[in-house]
């Protein structure tokens, strides 16, 4: 990964812990990564592998793509979030999101109809 990406990832990782209101230490208890790795990803030191990212991103939470690609839209981040949402819920859980989704976007294009009449 070339040295502005691990710049980025870091930066990203480390406003992700912030949002969260944890410290280094905590993210590394967390997710059973080593503060020392933490640390060096977050100055943009290291090229942390799949598995270490992939276990920050399911602590922080914040999806993978988000993490490692410094153009994410912020549309596609909230999509990004959405399915992080989704996925991180056992399967009954997922069908009550999913159901709930679907009944709040017919509303609002109900709602939105209205507005367009007017």
């Known amino acids: 990964m070339p040295i502005d990406d691990l710049a980025a990832l870091g930066q990203k990782m480390r406003e992700a812990r912030k949002e969260k209101g944890l410290t280094q230490q905590e993210l590394a208890d967390l997710s059973h990564v080593s503060i020392k790795q933490i640390a060096k990803i977050e100055k943009g030191k290291i090229n942390p592998s799949y598995l270490i990212l992939k276990a920050l991103a399911k602590v ?8 490692i690609n410094p ?34 976007t ?12 007017k």
């Open 106 to 117: 017919r509303e609002l294009t109900e709602l939105s109809k209205n507005f367009e009449t």
């Open 71 to 104: 153009d994410v839209s912020p549309e596609d981040e909230g999509i990004n979030q959405m399915k992080m949402f989704y996925s991180s819920y056992p399967l009954e859980m997922r069908k009550t999101l999913l159901r709930l989704t679907q009944e709040t």
């Open 60 to 67: 922080l939470p914040i999806s993978l793509d988000t993490l």
